[in-house]
């Protein structure tokens, strides 16, 4: 049996020795070699190939001793079936434009986060590498909030997810807002989760409406405060109250969601029960007799005709 596989070996090598290998053909191949220059495949042929670094990858941040390690299988293609020192030369770059797409598809499918590093700037937006593919990332969808100055972005790193990937058009657009948006729900919801119904909060006025003010929290957090809920008395507007960029004091009546309702009037309404429930001084009381009335502000009454 041993020898029966030995032989089938043997043959396999003696057909690979006897192949041709055209341009245009895209082989499976091990890295045998690395210099600043090149990488050394071993082709199962009479001859090694040579990968440049040129055609290593498009992306000009690609380390080639750094990004390729020796006993690596990669995919290149044949651009020179024989140069003139005899050696197949190989492009990494072209079997990938070939291959990756698919891969890009899937990514899409599956939501793939990746971390990419800004290249370049230009007037949409800023561009970078996946996949040894030049992406696209528009300028409305970098941040949370539409970004002017792109040129501060080269040189960072991003996550980003694609949201469009055409192969025929070589098109490949990624969005970071995205990430930023997903992050900045749960970090809402987080900071909405330290909060109780009944907690006191102290804000600025942020913005008004008709039906009522907006109040920053703090952690960048704004409660609504509905007209009916700043005062005791009917007004027709909150100015007739309070001002714009005012710092009040407000009650959380109701946490629903990311909505949080707050209320100026619970806290007059606080006042005024503490101010009913004021325990007036012994000395100051008057007898329980209606017909008698023996407290101080009585005697001082005494004698003084109305």
Not at 31 to 56: H, K, Q, R, W
Not at 133 to 155: C, H, K, M, N, W
Not at 174 to 184: D, P
Not at 185 to 200: A, H
Request: proline share 3%.
């Amino acid at each position: 049996m041993a020898q029966e596989e030995t032989m089938k070996d043997f043959e396999k090598e003696l057909d690979h020795s006897f192949q041709i290998l055209k341009e245009g053909d895209i082989l499976d191949v091990m890295i045998i070699g690395i210099s600043e220059t090149e990488a050394t495949v071993d082709l199962n042929y009479y001859t090694e190939g040579i990968i440049p670094l040129a055609e290593c990858s498009n992306d000009p941040a690609f380390s080639i001793k750094n990004d390729l390690n020796i006993g690596d299988t990669v995919k290149a293609m044949v651009i020179d079936s024989e140069n003139a020192s005899g050696n197949v030369i190989l492009s990494m770059r072209e079997a990938n434009d070939i291959f990756v797409w698919d891969e890009l598809k899937e990514d899409f499918k599956d939501g793939t986060v990746f971390r990419i590093k800004i290249t370049e700037a230009v007037p949409a937006g800023i561009t970078g590498y996946v996949k040894g593919i030049r992406a696209f990332i528009p300028a409305s969808q970098i941040a949370l909030e539409y970004v002017e100055d792109t040129e501060s972005y080269v040189g960072m790193t991003l996550e980003a997810v694609i949201i469009t990937v055409e192969p025929k058009e070589k098109k490949l657009v990624l969005s970071a807002k995205m990430i930023a948006r997903e992050r900045a729900v749960v970090e809402k919801t987080q900071k909405i989760g330290r909060l109780n119904e009944g907690d006191i909060v102290e804000g600025k006025i942020e913005r008004m409406e008709s039906y009522g003010i907006f109040i920053g929290i703090g952690e960048g957090l704004t409660g609504l405060c509905h007209i009916s809920q700043i005062t005791n008395r009917f007004i027709k507007s909150p100015k007739e109250i309070v001002k714009l960029g005012e710092n009040v004091k407000a009650k959380i009546l109701k946490i629903e969601g990311d909505r949080i309702s707050l209320s100026m009037k619970a806290l007059l309404e606080d006042t005024e029960e503490s101010d009913s429930s004021y325990e007036v001084p012994e000395e100051y009381r008057g007898s329980t007799d209606e017909n008698h009335d023996e407290s101080p502000f009585a005697k001082l009454l005494q004698g003084i005709k109305l």
